[in-house]
Nanobody, 121 residues
Framework: QVQVAESGGGSVEAGGSLRLSCAVS????????MTWYRQAPGREREFVAL???????NYADSVKGRFTISPGSAKNIEYLQMNNLKPDDTAMYFC???????????????WGQGTQVTVTS
């Protein structure tokens, strides 16, 4: 069973940094894309950043140049480094794993429970 767990959230002053982690278990040798989303109170969930199984990345315009998504040193962990944080970045951050199907691996989307990021001015 695939499980996704985020960590690393917290409270930081504007201009500060945080690093979020997304750990995926139960995927064996299957490949996946990983996407970060965020949702602020009263707002829809929005795309933040993506890293594919091949290492390609994509970012929302609002975070380009400030956030970096990267694979971790350990297998099946990805990081979201967030620098120069702004109060508008305050949200619950979620990690979604999108399995890449092949002859061994089934498709599927799996979400974590989220980690709260609060940026104070």
């Amino acid at each position: 069973q695939v499980q996704v767990a985020e960590s690393g959230g917290g409270s930081v002053e504007a201009g500060g940094s945080l690093r979020l982690s997304c750990a995926v278990s139960g995927v064996g040798d299957c490949e996946y894309d990983m996407t970060w989303y965020r949702q602020a109170p009263g707002r829809e969930r929005e795309f933040v950043a993506l890293i594919t199984g091949d290492g390609d990345t994509n970012y929302a315009d609002s975070v380009k140049g400030r956030f970096t998504i990267s694979p971790g040193s350990a297998k099946n962990i990805e990081y979201l480094q967030m620098n120069n944080l702004k109060p508008d970045d305050t949200a619950m951050y979620f990690c979604k794993t999108v399995m890449i199907p092949d002859w061994r691996c089934a498709d599927g989307n799996y979400w974590g429970q989220g980690t709260q990021v609060t940026v104070t001015s």
